[in-house]
């Protein structure tokens, strides 16, 4: 069954530093993709990255950058110099091709709320 | 280009109540999905529609809810009779295809309580 688990309820980081926000998958379908969004205080989901189960490269955008590691089946989100307003809770989320028994929906994981300290 | 619109942001309502929820998808996305998002149970998806068909409403909690999505450019989801226990935020996405690598893209949602 297709999963995703995020171990960190919360994490701390000062301002300017990096910081690296933890997903694991379980999923049986060898293709796939892989979301990470962001949700401030204001309540919306906003896009992040997106890694593909075929990439061959790590997912980059600005200051966000996916540690995809296939193998352990992992996605970790890694946010460069922090800024305050970087502080809000982090989604990752996966979705399977479409297949006769799924939707293509997205499974998404518990979240990790992210503080980032002056 | 605008993005999935959302209305109303704000709900308030007293149980038993009808509470009709809309969406209006990115222009050119076929496939819309509504999402509840609860503290209890996180993100999940209730329904999904492909060019306005639904295609998949498993995760509709009861009868009470009912979607629809009369043409590409808007859908809605209804409660009716609401309860406290719906209280929730309400998601809607759309995304170009329902393939993996298709990113969908939220709206704003819904917050929705039910006294």
């Known amino acids: 069954a297709q999963k995703i688990t995020q171990t960190q309820p919360g994490m701390f980081v000062q301002e300017k530093e990096a910081v690296t926000l933890d997903c694991t998958y379980d999923?049986?379908?060898?293709?796939?993709?892989l979301f990470w969004y962001k949700q401030p205080s204001s309540g919306e989901m906003i896009f992040l990255i997106y890694?593909?189960?075929?990439?061959?490269q790590n997912a980059t955008e600005g200051r966000y950058s996916l540690n995809f590691q296939k193998a352990r089946k992992s996605a970790n989100l890694v946010i460069s110099a922090s800024q305050l307003g970087d502080s809000a809770m982090y989604f990752c989320?996966?979705?399977?091709?479409?297949?006769?028994?799924?939707?293509?929906?997205?499974?998404f994981g518990q979240g990790t709320t992210l503080q980032v300290k002056p | 280009d605008a993005g999935v619109i959302q209305s109303p942001r704000h709900e308030v309502t007293e149980m038993g109540q009808e509470v009709t929820l809309r969406c209006k998808p990115i222009s050119g996305h076929d496939y819309l999905f509504w999402y509840r998002q609860t503290m209890m149970r996180g993100l999940e998806l209730l329904i999904y529609f492909n060019n306005n068909v639904p295609i998949d409403d498993s995760g509709m909690p009861e009868d009470r809810f009912s979607a629809k999505m009369p043409n590409a450019s808007f859908s809605t989801l209804k409660i009716q009779p609401s309860e406290p226990r719906d209280s929730a935020v309400y998601f809607c996405?759309?995304?170009?295809?329902?393939?993996?690598?298709?990113?969908?893209?939220f709206g704003p949602g819904t917050r929705l309580l039910v006294l």
């Open positions: 999923t049986s379908d060898p293709s796939y993709g």
């Open positions: 996405a759309s995304s170009f295809s329902p393939g993996a690598q298709e990113t969908q893209y």
């Open positions: 890694q593909g189960s075929y990439d061959q």
């Open positions: 989320a996966m979705r399977d091709a479409i297949d006769s028994s799924n939707t293509g929906k997205l499974i």
